[in-house]
């Protein structure tokens, strides 16, 4: 459901992060919602610890508590998800509470944001096959090198999409690509995946899988941001080539899935 951004939307929005607040101050809370609020308050300790202000007497410490609750609290089939609190504070850096809580949820409804954090293995399997076919294209070297350490994307591109790349690259560098994503949309994660990729490729050439994933996992603080950008241009992955890979991956899975199903029912039988 994508949350209006008029007035009534934001009044919507106050309303909902406000009861969400008082829920949780009179433990007026299902079992499962208490599971989502003590995730979130771990994982707020750990969002952007040295900028010290989302941590606990932190300025915006309450505000990233009370967004990440109302969101559980609004989508329980979703609930709360690790990543969402880097997604938030970022918001929260540039809005108030009640237009980072509508950002958030129009955000997380958009398909491939959606398939991640609804942990859809169908559709995240279809995002990594059209990761494979243009990482393979841009950059053959280092796709045989992965394949042939086993290091495949699940392993390192879900940490990128959870939080849009926000917990691995530089602030202000991660702040361009939000701008560029949303822009371009879902593409746009993709061509920054595979310009870091790029950028880095002598490197990780000489790197074993854990040292990899290591850098991967937090890249450079001193990543020159012109160059990144510079590797996306070279890369060159369009919106329009990036959705017409999707779709023909979405017939080839829906086939396969149909097949299986086939599969299924006539062992039953």
């Known amino acids: 459901a994508v949350v209006s951004t008029?007035?009534?939307?934001?009044?919507?929005?106050?309303e909902?992060?406000?009861?969400?607040?008082?829920?949780?101050e009179m433990k007026h809370i299902s079992e499962e919602t208490r599971d989502n609020v003590r995730d979130i308050r771990l994982d707020v300790l750990r969002t952007f610890p040295a900028l010290c202000i989302f941590q606990e007497s932190g300025p915006y410490h309450?505000?990233?508590?009370?967004?990440?609750?109302?969101?559980?609290?609004?989508?329980?089939?979703?609930?709360?998800?690790?990543?969402?609190?880097?997604?938030?504070a970022v918001l929260l850096l540039n809005m108030?509470?009640?237009?980072?809580?509508?950002?958030?949820?129009?955000l997380l409804h958009q398909p491939c944001q959606r398939a991640f954090f609804r942990?859809?293995?169908?559709?995240?399997?279809?995002?990594?096959d059209a990761f494979n076919v243009f990482?393979?294209?841009?950059?053959?070297?280092?796709?045989?090198?992965?394949?042939?350490?086993?290091?495949?994307?699940d392993l390192y591109m879900i940490g990128w999409v959870f939080t849009l790349f926000s917990k691995s690259l530089p602030l202000d560098i991660a702040s361009r690509v939000w701008d560029v994503f949303f822009r371009d949309g879902d593409s746009f994660l993709f061509s920054t995946a595979l310009g870091i990729l790029r950028m880095y490729q002598s490197k990780l050439l000489q790197m074993?899988?854990?040292?990899?994933?290591?850098?991967?996992?937090?890249?450079?603080?001193?990543?020159?941001?012109?160059?990144?950008?510079e590797h996306?241009?070279?890369?060159?992955?369009?919106?329009?080539?990036?959705?017409?890979?999707?779709?023909?991956?979405?017939?080839?899975?829906?086939?396969?899935?149909?097949?299986?199903?086939?599969?299924?029912?006539s062992a039953c039988g």
């Open 96 to 106: 108030d509470a009640a237009d980072s809580f509508i950002l958030l949820s129009n």
């Open 232 to 265: 996306i241009k070279i890369v060159g992955l369009t919106p329009r080539k990036f959705q017409h890979t999707m779709v023909e991956l979405v017939e080839i899975n829906n086939v396969e899935r149909k097949g299986r199903n086939k599969s299924a029912v």
């Open 6 to 14: 008029q007035s009534t939307g934001v009044d919507r929005a106050r």
């Open 62 to 88: 309450d505000q990233l508590m009370d967004v990440l609750g109302a969101y559980a609290s609004y989508r329980p089939d979703v609930g709360y998800v690790q990543g969402m609190s880097f997604l938030t």
């Open 135 to 153: 990482f393979e294209e841009a950059l053959a070297p280092l796709f045989g090198y992965f394949a042939q350490t086993n290091l495949t994307p």
């Open 208 to 229: 074993e899988f854990e040292n990899i994933l290591q850098f991967l996992r937090k890249l450079p603080d001193d990543m020159d941001a012109e160059e990144l950008f």
């Open 16 to 24: 909902t992060l406000r009861c969400c607040k008082d829920d949780i």
């Open 119 to 128: 942990m859809d293995a169908d559709m995240m399997f279809v995002y990594f």
